[in-house]
């Protein structure tokens, strides 16, 4: 990562030149000390869906809090869950349903944080033929990885449609199935299919499912209780950086595309597409909790409708599953 | 006239192309050639970088999977007690599901290349090493005799005699190799890389840039076709002879069923060692890495047994519905096409891009084309399973095609015996070893192929099983499919075996020494 974007200031920070310019530039000599490495593993691949991990990386958020931070980018064959429970990475980046059965698995995970308080789960369909409401789902044709039926399920006995009068289609994650006309709408992220959709042209409806009653927290930050017991101080200062890095991507979500696209110039990163996927997740990841008590935290009554939400994937949790003691280190509660 | 027949089948099919992508433009799938050079024109940059690390990691993973697939040969044929072994090991570690390997290797290098370069030389070590295991066989006996009766042994043999008659073999297997180290790479970046030709696939698909998509794709295609003439030309200039003798037979050996019995056991008793001793020896944390006896636990013991089995048998029936159709369907193009190359070797200007082209565009850009325009159900995945089975067979046929003994063919032809003729009672003969390594070889590659398609187009079956169990932290069920496709494999591989044999014994017993 560093050879490839030589001239950014966070590369500029981690190298020696950097370490030796810090004084010059009257720098908190704190920088210059011994720097834990420590890895974190991302659930995607680079985009702005992390833009605030990179804000955290770019200002130095992590390295004045003594952590030099590596960024793990993910794919579609790189599950989160192995490389936390081995430890090669110290956090991850998973959603509660994904935790949940991890957890079921035997895998000793707490969730810490929670960038998406509102799923991003949504029902995308084009303009013409609009999926408004859930029960508009019926008679309709639906493309989805047959892998997600729970989460349609749960949509449906939540607002009372009958799933039987829907039909799955299994589809790749693509927009295209929609836009050919195989399919009348899809299940995917608010923020990145029907997001391609728009910028290509193509006139479309979401139907986001958080507001009609899905209530699972996405984007989580994940930890194993072993390091949450031994490594204590390396997760608060990881999170507290993250903290501050997505307060600051809140700000200017183009400074933070822009930023993002500069960092990662071979991740084949469309401008367009990206700040508008920046500026979507913005009302999933703020609301008036966040507002209140700061980024990444959740409350009793969230987790309650959660753990009712989470019931009906098929998963029972209990509130253990939530660990909100870092961020209360964090903001200092 | 020649300019028009070398390049008129080829500006063809580029001119339907280009109507075609005209015809589905609202479909978003496909790209005009127009469109995809100029995409290629304005993003120069990105592409060469991409390029090049994809490159760079199918190289490294193409030199390291053919060097282990030579050496594996050597061993098996110096020391020929060991190739029932080598063979069987190299045949579960070639079966091995991508959904599994990937996040394993992934934990066990961390970030870096080291999956990449390890996909790719998975893809193709297994290609190279059955052909030349053939070739390294193809020796006339009597050239065996004379080695011997210098008093010399088989280290000798295998230098000075052996070495030579695979090396046509050693050909076919790297051509097959190239396009198949290149895919690896580009699969081996979904489990997590910073850039690379993957990557760009991934983000194309999602933003839905059909230009993008398909200008990777062809540039996949162009470096692949470039690689596979290359080793071709090599080829060509070291094999200058055509093969001067009919291969005389040594007496043929049948295995009897107590020692076929023994080595099944012997092998199975080696996979469950490795397996077991290398996840603990990698000290692999069992939630992800399951050891035989969770995988027992789970499928004889635990409370959901029964629930687990009924979901594995489910989706193997599945698997198997399509997997068999397009398992021969594949066999009958690829061998059909090499014959048709031989009788009009003037289609070979259009074809052999064309064929190289279908094994070398990554399936995840070409299967939605298909799926539109053949549909989800079975046609569409019988048709995709058949595009990946179809190439190894025809260049491996294509190679066997030419192994015709010379002089029997001049004898044919200066009996005025037709093309036709001599393709029946020369060439086809001659081709059949070949033919059958192709089909083995194919066992593995086709059920690659099935669960692929089912995990990316039609959603069921043993494909959608690990991708979901992966998704879901269900290792214990991840571990049993791909036990179960192993098997599936082993049988199929088995079954071959045995069509094999019976023909051979017929047309090529050399083969069964």
């Not at chain 1, 859930?134 to 799933?163: F, H, Y």
């Not at chain 2, 091995?96 to 070590?125: E, H, M, S």
């Not at chain 2, 280290?155 to 198949?180: D, N």
């Not at chain 2, 049948?254 to 008793?269: E, N």
Request: hydrophobic residues 55%; contains cysteine; negative net charge.
């Amino acid at each position: 990562m560093k050879a490839s974007a030589p001239f950014t200031r966070r590369s500029l920070l981690a190298t020696g030149a950097g370490a030796l310019g810090a004084a010059s530039l009257g720098l908190s000599p704190r920088m210059v000390h011994a720097q834990t490495n420590v890895n974190f593993q991302l659930s995607w691949l680079h985009s702005t869906q992390f833009a605030g991990s990179y804000i955290a990386q770019d200002r130095g958020f992590w390295t004045e809090r003594g952590l030099s931070v590596s960024l793990q980018p993910g794919g579609p064959n790189a599950p989160v869950e192995p490389p936390v429970v081995s430890g090669t990475a110290l956090m991850g980046i998973s959603a509660a349903d994904y935790t949940a059965a991890a957890v079921a698995e035997g895998a000793p995970f707490k969730i810490i944080g929670v960038a998406m308080q509102n799923n991003p789960f949504a029902i995308a369909s084009l303009t013409a033929n609009p999926v408004n409401q859930p029960s508009d789902l019926e008679g309709k044709r639906i493309g989805m990885a047959l892998a997600n039926t729970p989460v349609l399920q749960a949509l449906c006995t939540i607002n009372d449609v009958d799933i039987d009068a829907i039909e799955i289609v299994p589809t790749q994650y693509s927009p295209q199935p929609l836009v050919a006309g195989e399919v009348d709408c899809l299940l995917c992220w608010a923020t990145d299919l029907p997001v391609a959709m728009t910028v290509q042209g193509v006139d479309n409806t979401t139907m986001l499912m958080a507001d009609h009653g899905y209530a699972v927290h996405s984007q989580t930050y994940i930890v194993t209780e072993d390091s949450l017991a031994n490594r204590r101080e390396d997760i608060v200062a990881l999170m507290a950086g993250e903290v501050a890095g997505w307060e600051t991507y809140r700000e200017d979500t183009a400074a933070a595309t822009d930023l993002t696209l500069e960092m990662f110039p071979d991740a084949g990163l469309d401008r367009e597409t990206q700040l508008l996927q920046a500026e979507r997740q913005v009302p999933l990841m703020f609301s008036e909790l966040t507002d209140n008590n700061g980024f990444g935290w959740w409350t009793d009554q969230t987790v309650a409708a959660n753990i009712e939400t989470l019931a009906l994937l098929g998963r029972e949790v209990s509130s253990d599953l939530w660990d909100r003691s870092i961020l209360e280190e964090v903001h200092g509660v | 006239m020649t300019t028009m027949r070398r390049w008129g089948g080829p500006l063809i099919a580029v001119a339907v192309w280009e109507a075609l992508a005209h015809l589905f433009a609202g479909a978003f799938v496909l790209a005009a050639p127009s469109a995809i050079l100029l995409y290629l024109v304005d993003n120069a940059g990105l592409m060469t970088r991409a390029l090049g690390v994809t490159l760079t990691n199918a190289a490294a993973g193409f030199v390291l999977g053919n060097a282990a697939a030579i050496l594996l040969a050597g061993c098996a044929i110096a020391l020929p007690r060991s190739e029932i072994m080598i063979r069987a090991l190299a045949l579960v570690v070639f079966c091995l599901p991508l959904v599994a390997t990937g996040p394993v290797l992934r934990v066990l290098f961390g970030p870096g290349t080291g999956p990449q370069i390890t996909l790719a030389a998975l893809a193709v070590y297994y290609t190279t090493l059955i052909p030349l295991l053939v070739g390294l066989r193809a020796v006339p006996s009597d050239w065996l005799d004379l080695v011997r009766s210098y008093g010399r042994g088989r280290m000798t043999a295998l230098l000075r005699v052996r070495a030579m008659a695979a090396l046509p073999y050693l050909v076919a297997g790297l051509q097959i190799a190239a396009p198949a180290a290149f895919l690896g790479a580009m699969v081996g970046e979904f489990t997590g890389a910073e850039r690379g030709m993957g990557v760009l696939t991934i983000r194309a698909m999602r933003d839905m840039n059909v230009e993008m998509t398909w200008a990777l794709a062809t540039l996949a295609t162009v470096v692949a076709v470039a690689a596979y003439l290359v080793i071709g030309w090599v080829g060509q200039a070291i094999l200058t002879e055509e093969p001067p003798v009919i291969l005389a037979a040594p007496a043929a050996t049948r295995r009897k069923p107590a020692m076929a019995f023994a080595i099944l056991v012997l092998s199975t008793a080696a996979v469950l060692a490795l397996w077991w001793g290398g996840l603990e020896a990698l000290n692999l944390s069992s939630f992800f890495a399951k050891r035989p006896d969770d995988l027992l636990d789970a499928l004889a013991f635990a409370p959901d047994a029964a629930q687990t089995r009924a979901a594995l048998i489910q989706a193997t029936e599945e698997t198997l519905v399509y997997l068999f159709p397009g398992y021969l369907a594949g066999l009958a193009a690829g061998a059909g096409l090499a014959m048709a190359l031989v009788l009009a070797p003037m289609l070979a200007n259009t074809a052999m891009p064309l064929a190289i082209a279908l094994r070398s565009v990554p399936i995840i850009t070409t299967a939605p084309l298909v799926v539109l325009i053949l549909g989800r159900g079975a046609v569409g995945t019988v048709t995709l399973i058949a595009i990946m089975v179809f190439f190894p067979t025809l260049i491996a046929c294509l190679h066997g095609l030419r192994q015709a003994p010379g002089r029997a063919t001049d004898v044919m032809r200066s009996y005025a015996a037709s093309p036709v003729a001599i393709l029946r009672h020369v060439r086809i003969p001659a081709m059949l070893p070949a033919f059958f390594a192709a089909a083995r070889i194919n066992v593995p590659a086709s059920i690659l192929a099935v669960t692929v398609v089912e995990w990316l187009a039609t959603g069921n079956g043993l494909g959608a099983l690990m991708a979901l169990s992966a998704s879901l932290s269900d290792y214990d069920m991840l571990w049993s499919a791909v036990v179960l496709t192993t098997l599936l494999a082993v049988a199929g591989y088995g079954l071959v075996g045995l069509v094999e044999r019976r023909v051979l014994s017929t047309y090529a017993p050399e083969q069964l020494a």
